[in-house]
T-cell receptor
Framework: QKEVEQNSGPLSVPEGAIASLNCTYSDRGSQSFFWYRQYSGKSPELIMSIYSNGDKEDGRFTAQLNKASQYVSLLIRDSQPSDSATYLC????????????FGSGTKLNVKP | SQTIHQWPATLVQPVGSPLSLECTVEGTSNPNLYWYRQAAGRGLQLLFY??????ISSEVPQNLSASRPQDRQFILSSKKLLLSDSGFYLC??????????????FGDGTRLSIL
């Protein structure tokens, strides 16, 4: 069984700070990595994807991937109370890239 | 642009009753389709996925079944619901042929409560 591990949190940061969310995965051959944001009672929403080692920036969000360490992270700069949500890490399976494995999510609280 | 519709938004069913949840995608052809279940405070559990009409892969043995009668329609069914079937059911799609870089996009979900 492929695993995607995330700290469940909650991670509390003050407004304006950088929030750092981490995810590790067990399938060394995984090719694609995604971050989803899920507000309470809502469905997951794609916010970032990353496929190559290194950093990928999109507005206030930066995804970081290190395939050697099987580690992917999401940084949220200038955190806002509206960023308070659960962040899900998703990793595709090497043998069947149609299949994703999701972590259980990290709950982020941004305090005004 | 592509949109995904899922209904109903909420459903309350007695134990032992049947279930039918429907999902349709617009604006794309031959999508990969997925059904997930999310228990309260938990991650997403993949139930079924489909890469084409009539092609269903089951991930978890259970009393649920899925069907894809049309290219952009995915149905989740049960003949007799169990208490353990309660949860948040999510339909998702991704582009085909996907390669390894296609993300999944989710519908609004159905919150199912079994009494």
């Amino acid at each position: 069984q492929k695993e995607v591990e995330q700290n469940s949190g909650p991670l509390s940061v003050p407004e304006g700070a950088i929030a750092s969310l981490n995810c590790t995965y067990s399938d060394r051959g995984s090719q694609s990595f995604f971050w989803y944001r899920q507000y309470s009672g809502k469905s997951p929403e794609l916010i970032m994807s990353i496929y190559s080692n290194g950093d990928k920036e999109d507005g206030r969000f930066t995804a970081q991937l290190n395939k050697a360490s099987q580690y992917v992270s999401l940084l949220i700069r200038d955190s806002q109370p509206s960023d308070s949500a659960t962040y899900l890490c998703a990793v595709n399976e090497r043998a069947n890239f149609n299949k994703f494995y999701f972590g259980s999510g990290t709950k982020l609280n941004v305090k005004p | 642009s592509q949109t995904i519709h899922q209904w109903p938004a909420t459903l309350v069913q007695p134990v032992g009753s049947p279930l039918s949840l429907e999902c349709t995608v617009e604006g794309t052809s031959n999508p990969n389709l997925y059904w997930y279940r999310q228990a309260a405070g938990r991650g997403l559990q993949l139930l079924f996925y489909s890469v084409g009409i009539g092609q269903i892969s089951s991930e978890v043995p259970q009393n649920l079944s899925a069907s894809r009668p049309q290219d952009r329609q995915f149905i989740l069914s049960s003949k007799k619901l169990l208490l353990s079937d309660s949860g948040f059911y999510l339909c998702a799609w991704s582009a085909f042929p996907g390669g390894s870089n296609q993300p999944q996009h989710f519908g609004d979900g159905t919150r199912l409560s079994i009494l």
